[in-house]
């Protein structure tokens, strides 16, 4: 039996999204198309709205905006979201990511 498996970008940018939240320090995600402030951070139900998936040369990138809660140092927050999201990205669909880059859009008190 052969066939094959697509994994969409929306189920992609729901497995990133949920992998991020679990990350200490960060709080939640925010819409990437937000002009002027950080009115909403959205909870795990939006967590896909904070991701945005492309594609550079046929393989995925991705772009997490997150908010970090404050206190925490945001690089390694970034960094562990950066292991962690490539990790379960290749175990749970298969997928080598060619980029991924975690923008700290705010800093919220928890």
């Known amino acids: 039996m052969s066939g094959s498996i697509q994994i969409t970008e929306a189920a992609?940018?729901?497995?990133?999204?949920?992998?991020?939240?679990?990350?200490?320090?960060?709080?939640?995600?925010?819409?990437?198309?937000?002009?002027?402030?950080?009115?909403?951070?959205?909870?795990?139900?939006?967590?896909?709205?904070?991701?945005?998936?492309?594609k550079d040369g046929g393989k995925f990138t991705a772009d997490l905006y997150i908010v970090a809660a404050y206190g925490v140092n945001i690089p390694r927050v970034a960094e562990n979201i950066t292991?962690?999201?490539?990790?379960?990205?290749?175990?749970?669909?298969?997928?080598?990511l060619a980029a991924l880059r975690v923008h700290a859009v705010g800093v919220q008190r928890v």
């Open 12 to 54: 992609l940018a729901s497995l990133i999204g949920l992998t991020a939240h679990e990350i200490p320090g960060v709080v939640g995600m925010a819409p990437a198309n937000l002009k002027e402030g950080l009115s909403r951070v959205l909870g795990r139900a939006n967590v896909s709205d904070g991701v945005v998936i492309g």
């Open 83 to 96: 292991e962690r999201v490539q990790h379960i990205v290749k175990t749970q669909a298969g997928i080598d």
